[in-house]
């Protein structure tokens, strides 16, 4: 699944290591989601969405829709 996850924290000046203190998960977990190689479990997407404070599909995009 392709998201946006990079651009959201990196607009922040954010680490991978930041962002995954704040989500609770390791910083191998947000490398993983970010580069597409696994997808988040439904209660890690609403994290990550009420922590940007956006929908979660303006952070993921289904495999079926262009970006």
Same mark, same amino acid.
């Given at each position: 699944?392709?998201?946006?996850?990079?651009?959201?924290? +990196?607009?922040? @000046?954010? !680490?991978?290591? *930041?962002? +995954? #203190?704040?989500?609770? $998960? !390791?910083?191998?977990? $947000? =490398? +993983? /989601? #970010?580069? @597409?190689?696994? *997808?988040?479990?439904?209660?890690? +997407?609403?994290? /990550?969405?009420?922590?940007?404070?956006?929908? /979660?599909?303006? /952070?993921? $995009? !289904?495999? !079926?829709?262009? =970006?």
């Amino acid at each position: 699944m392709n998201n946006h996850l990079r651009t959201l924290r +990196a607009e922040r @000046g954010w !680490s991978q290591q *930041d962002l +995954a #203190e704040r989500l609770e $998960v !390791s910083r191998q977990s $947000v =490398n +993983a /989601i #970010e580069t @597409g190689r696994y *997808d988040p479990s439904l209660p890690l +997407a609403f994290r /990550i969405a009420e922590l940007f404070a956006l929908p /979660i599909e303006r /952070i993921f $995009v !289904s495999p !079926s829709q262009k =970006n």
